[in-house]
């Protein structure tokens, strides 16, 4: 982790056993500590980098007892080359017109991620967020967060992303896509785009959380090299074998 020195205390704590999202039979704890106050910036950007993610104001990672199937990913921007079928995504949504805005919750939005949790997560706890839940994910950030809104040239809005911006890097929060359009390959759109900013900006990496090898709701991350993943050596070069179609729809 960055050496960050800190103004005051800080806690850090473990989360009751719940189920796994990801992994079936499996249960899922967690360290959590709270992101506010002087020191919110630089301590988000040092747990990001030792493989905490941000959810709110809160920044977590796993500590399953006897699993480890959680593994820190991110993006080496300035060396990605997309992939054929990555450049046929690309070209199949050329037409989308994409805008950076403030991270505030519209009801346009929260209208695109009730379908699409409906559509890909029903029964989950996200699906069943109100427009109030939604608004909280969105604006509840002590960091430096913005949205991108993907729209067909006649206005219609079909994915949005949260992410925040660090020193070194984007960090996808959380994305969502019309769930009718997943021919298009939203999902991996929008990664390619937070690619292309991070090297407009100069930015070398793009966190993208979490990939696990026995949920395809994470593996498809492998597609996107060169990857690096944290462990207890640090960052260092990730090259897993992607399962057969691994993509983000």
């Not at 403030?102 to 029964?123: C, I, K």
Request: aromatic share 12%.
């Amino acid at each position: 982790m960055d050496h960050f020195p800190l103004k005051r205390p800080h806690f850090f704590f473990t989360t009751a056993p719940l189920p796994c999202p990801y992994v079936a039979g499996r249960l899922e704890r967690k360290i959590v500590t709270e992101l506010n106050g002087p020191d919110a910036d630089g301590l988000h950007e040092a747990l990001s980098r030792a493989g905490f993610r941000r959810s709110h104001s809160i920044a977590y990672t796993p500590a399953c007892p006897g699993c480890a199937a959680c593994i820190p990913v991110r993006i080496v921007a300035d060396r990605f080359t997309p992939s054929r079928t990555m450049r046929r995504i690309a070209r199949a949504n050329a037409e989308l017109v994409a805008r950076k805005v403030p991270a505030r919750a519209t009801a346009e939005q929260y209208r695109l991620f009730a379908r699409y949790q409906e559509s890909r997560h029903a029964g989950g706890d996200m699906a069943l967020m109100g427009f109030y839940d939604y608004r909280s994910m969105v604006e509840d950030s002590p960091v430096d967060t913005f949205l991108i809104e993907f729209r067909q040239p006649d206005g219609t809005l079909v994915a949005t992303c949260l992410a925040d911006r660090m020193r070194d890097g984007l960090s996808a929060v959380y994305s969502f896509f019309d769930p009718d359009l997943h021919h298009r390959s939203l999902g991996t759109q929008v990664v390619l785009w937070l690619i292309e900013r991070s090297r407009e900006i100069g930015l070398p990496y793009v966190y993208l959380g979490y990939w696990i090898a026995d949920s395809r709701k994470m593996s498809y991350k492998a597609r996107f090299q060169p990857l690096e993943a944290f462990g207890p050596e640090g960052w260092h070069a990730f090259e897993p074998a992607p399962p057969p179609a691994a993509t983000l729809d």
